[in-house]
């Protein structure tokens, strides 16, 4: 039972403060963060989503588009609240560990200002750097994104994080093929998951062609990315409107993914 509460509820957060605590190198510490971050709030795909790809919320996360201000969220007071219900359950050892990762936290974003910043001075690093160019993505395709990343002349912290963040698209691309090819021995007439699992597969090495496998894989990037709701609105409504095939829309694409 300790063993579970510790693991199930807390291990996230432990290892996601492990990760941010380690690594010198902030372009790499963003790039394990995001891959840890994305690895554990991965959802399963249903037969009826157009485009898969939905996650779960997180009591820490890392969003690498913030750029005013600070790109980590820590829900203080739902971790402290956790913490207590379940502190009955757990060991002195790893009650100390969660105390420990709590105050840590708590000293970044309660006790000192998160948006400090040296005034005329650039910033050395932006954390939106260790995303991959979407443009290209969107033009060349997973494997040669990567590919042409590895050759880029970017400095080769940030050069070895975006080949981490295009890894963890990867690793998302295929946390949904195995998940669609479940469902397709359950449902195998299903035209939606044959067409999911047909994009998903090409997807993974060749340029996206279709419409559809433009969509999915942006909406692989934009779940790593985590673009909100008006940037996604916006990409989809331009790949939507370039594109000659009308079968779908930006507001059908947005009603599926969100699930409203």
């Known amino acids: 039972m300790k063993s579970s509460v510790f693991d199930n ?22 790039a394990n963060i995001l891959n840890l971050q994305l690895n554990h709030s991965l959802l399963p795909p249903t037969r009826e989503d157009i485009i898969v790809g939905k996650t779960s ?23 402290n609240r956790l913490f207590a219900k379940h ?30 910043h040296k005034f005329n001075a650039a910033p050395e690093y932006f954390p939106c750097e260790i995303l991959p160019d979407l443009n290209l993505l969107l033009a060349e395709g997973l494997y040669q994104t990567k590919e042409l990343t590895e050759a880029s002349d970017c400095p ?14 990867n690793q998302v691309l295929d946390f949904y093929k195995y998940h669609t090819c479940a469902l397709l021995t359950k449902y195998p007439n299903n035209r939606n998951i044959n067409a999911v699992f047909d994009v998903l597969n090409w997807v993974k090495y060749r340029p996206p062609k279709t419409l559809l496998a ?42 599926d993914i969100y699930g409203n």
Not at 87 to 114: C, M, Y
Not at 156 to 169: C, E, H, M, N, Y
Not at 217 to 226: G, I, P, R, T
Request: hydrophobic share 40%; aromatic share 12%.
């Open 156 to 169: 080769p912290s940030v050069r070895q994080a975006k080949l981490l963040t295009i890894t963890t698209i």
């Open 87 to 116: 502190k009955k359950n757990l060991s002195s050892s790893q009650s100390e560990k969660i105390a420990g990762a709590i105050r840590f936290w708590e000293h970044i974003f309660l006790d000192t200002p998160v948006r400090t």
């Open 9 to 30: 509820l807390f291990g996230y957060f432990l290892a996601f403060t492990k990760i941010y605590r380690s690594f010198d190198n902030p372009p790499l510490r963003d």
């Open 214 to 255: 433009q969509i999915q894989l942006y909406w692989l990037y934009a779940m790593v990315s985590c673009c909100d709701k008006s940037q996604v609105h916006k990409q989809l409504f331009k790949l939507c409107s370039e594109s000659k095939d009308k079968s779908l829309t930006a507001e059908t694409l947005m009603a």
């Open 57 to 79: 919320s997180a009591l820490i996360t890392f969003n690498p588009q913030v750029s005013n201000g600070h790109p980590y969220f820590f829900q203080s007071d739902s971790v």
